[in-house]
């Protein structure tokens, strides 16, 4: 006995069914079902998305993931992009077998601001370098500390000349211990208390005179 689809009365001699509904209609019906626009969080300083909690760089696949994000049933593969939409065949197993469409989604860009923009903006620092001594060799750390800090997401927030030398914020303490430790520059340290977290725990910003 061949069904035939409630919708366009077409048979199941004809076409392949999908539960009461001919593969054509149901692909029909699974395209309307899914979302027309989604929403992708991107950074307005620095332009990366969110991607499961995290700001990336956007690229194919992380353009591709912030949209599978969004689909719990279905799998996503990104076929093409523009600034305003993306195409993607997205699927799904039912229980006839996978239905896939290609379809074309709408983005809503909505403004965040990533973590590391917002202690840039204001001026989060947790460790200050006070460089003294020889202005080469000053230099010469500045640059190894800007090249170490690009290079683990983190950042220098401030510089400042002061009493001859320079005064070296930095947005991470863990980098800053790390880095006097691999140069082997014998700071002598000071701490100052900056406040306390949210469990309650101090909070120090640690000082490293680095005599060069
Ligand atoms: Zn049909
Ligand atoms: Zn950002």
Redesign the pocket.
Known sequence: MPKY?P??N?SSAELRFYGS??E??SRKKFSEALADSIEITRCKECLKIRVKGQFTAENDNSLEKAVQQLFRKQDIKLMGRSPKEVLVYISEDTGDGRLSVEKRIKLKHVKALCERCYKIKCNYYEAMFQLRGDSSRISKVIRHVEALFERNNEFISKMESKDGGIDLYLSSKRLASEFVAYYKLYPKMSYTLSGQDRSGKKVYKNTYAIHL
Do not use: D, P, Q
């Open positions: 689809c919708t366009c077409r509904f001919c054509e209609c």
